[in-house]
Each structure stands twice: as C-alpha cells, then as structure tokens.
C-alpha cells in the first residue's frame, strides 16, 4: 500500500450548525460547503498534496450521530489545548492528555453530538 490506510472520514452530526460551530473553535479552522444532493456535508480544510486524511461533518436523514464503534484521531501540535477549546465549546473531555510513550501524546473529547474524536500529539 503506498498511501495511508484512511482516505477520508465522515462525522455523523444532528445538528449542523452546533457541531460546524464546535469543531471550527477547537480546531481555529474554517469547514468548507460540499455540493452533495440529499447531504449536508461540511468539510475540514483540504491540502492534496499533504499528508492524512481528509473528511467532513455529515448530516443525513436516518443515519445517527454518537454510539457508533469508530474513533477519528486529529494531529495537533499540542493535543491538550484542542481538549481545552472542546470542553470551552461545549464538548466534554473522556481523557485528559496522557502519554503513549514514543509515539506521543493523545486526548480524547465527545463532541456536541454525542461522538467521540482523538486528539494526537508528539508533545
């Protein structure tokens, strides 16, 4: 395989405007309109020439957000900071920065529609 294993996510929201409104103040970043007929996708800034993955918020009819079995790690430079701002912005933190030994440092916070994200850091 020559690329990373995961392409694209999605994160399954109920309330669009709540969960853009959360990940832009934790993340600092502006979400981008995706075109898609009978979907509602708002998507994290894109670079097609770097590194990860790429993904967005989805709201579609029948398809719940919250509960589900797949956990999405976003790189930080410090992930302790990004818990900070989802607590501030009405996420609540699972597990405060801990270590993973030499592989760095992660997080992890729900978000205001009940779904749980990692946050990773080497510091």
């Known amino acids: 395989m020559e690329r990373n294993a995961v392409g694209w ?8 405007a709540r969960a853009k409104a ?4 934790v993340f600092g970043t502006k979400l981008e309109r995706l075109e ?8 994290f800034p894109m670079k097609p020439d770097g ?22 790690y976003f790189s930080c430079a410090d992930c302790a900071n990004e818990a900070r ?7 609540k933190v699972f597990k405060e920065k801990f270590s993973i030994g030499p592989y760095g440092f992660i997080a992890l916070v729900t978000d205001t529609e009940g779904n749980m994200i990692g946050l990773h850091s080497m510091q």
């Open 85 to 91: 701002r989802a607590a501030d912005s009405g996420g």
């Open 22 to 25: 959360f990940y832009e103040a």
């Open 36 to 43: 898609s007929p009978g979907i509602e996708m708002w998507a």
């Open 51 to 72: 590194g990860g993955a790429a993904g967005s918020l989805v709201k579609y009819e029948g398809y719940p957000s919250g509960g589900n079995s797949t956990l999405v």
């Open 9 to 16: 996510f999605e994160i399954y929201v109920q309330d669009m």
